[in-house]
């Protein structure tokens, strides 16, 4: 069994004030966040995606197996090769494999089958689910809390983006096997959601919708 080590916590606190005029800045800077369905192909240097990766890697996990992976692509060849794979998945979505209550409920976002922003957006995040791992020799590891650890991590790679000035989109056709083998990851590995990152396009529009006010998603008691 592994031995319980301790070390100091790094923790440098603000002055209330300070806390309160932080959170403030970092709500009204993911207030602008927004979906993004049409991208600019203007190159994003890689160095801002390796950042934001690093810092999803920062995220709280089940007894820290830090059960993600990152596919982070950009070659042209392989990300035409994920929208026709997207795309084939979204046709039969769309003709009925979603049913009518799940289309209507999609209907005032306007999306539909085509997937451009698979190969025009700069940059293709997979994100892979850890369904378990192996030990230094090689026997099979349980995984815990992986969905709630990858979607925790899949957030912070979110906000750091959008806080490096760049857009996102959470594409996730289903289903997803065809990624394990574009991206070349094993059996024991999930796709979960494939982040499109890149510049909005000139003259990009975004669905005239909102988010639900504070007193409509929290309680205080």
């Known amino acids: 069994m592994n031995a319980y080590v301790t070390m100091p916590l790094a923790f440098q606190g603000l002055p209330e004030e300070e806390m309160k005029a932080q959170a403030l800045r970092f709500l009204e800077t993911m207030r602008t966040r927004r979906t993004v369905r049409d991208y600019s192909d203007r190159p994003v240097p890689r160095e801002i995606i390796e950042a934001a990766v690093a810092t999803a890697g920062t995220a709280p996990s089940g007894a820290n197996q830090q059960p993600w ?27 009925g494999r979603a049913g009518e209550e799940w289309l209507g409920a999609l209907a005032h976002l306007g999306t539909d089958e085509h997937k451009p922003f698979l190969d025009t957006a700069p940059w293709l995040i997979a994100i892979f689910a850890q369904r378990w791992g192996y030990d230094a020799e090689g026997c099979k590891v349980k995984h815990y809390y992986v969905p709630e650890s990858v ?3 899949a957030g912070f790679l979110i906000a ?15 289903p997803m096997n065809f990624l394990n083998e574009l991206c070349g990851r094993p059996d024991n590995e999930k796709a979960l959601i494939l982040l499109v990152v890149g510049y909005p396009a000139e003259g990009c529009v975004v669905p005239a919708i909102g988010k639900k006010p504070l007193e409509e998603i929290a309680s205080f008691l």
């Open 160 to 174: 750091s983006l959008h806080q490096a000035g760049l857009a996102t989109l959470t594409h996730t056709p289903a």
């Open 69 to 95: 992976t990152f596919v982070c692509i950009s070659d042209p060849l392989i990300k035409r090769k994920i929208r026709e794979g997207a795309e084939e998945e979204e046709r039969a979505f769309y003709a």
């Open 151 to 153: 979607g925790i991590a």
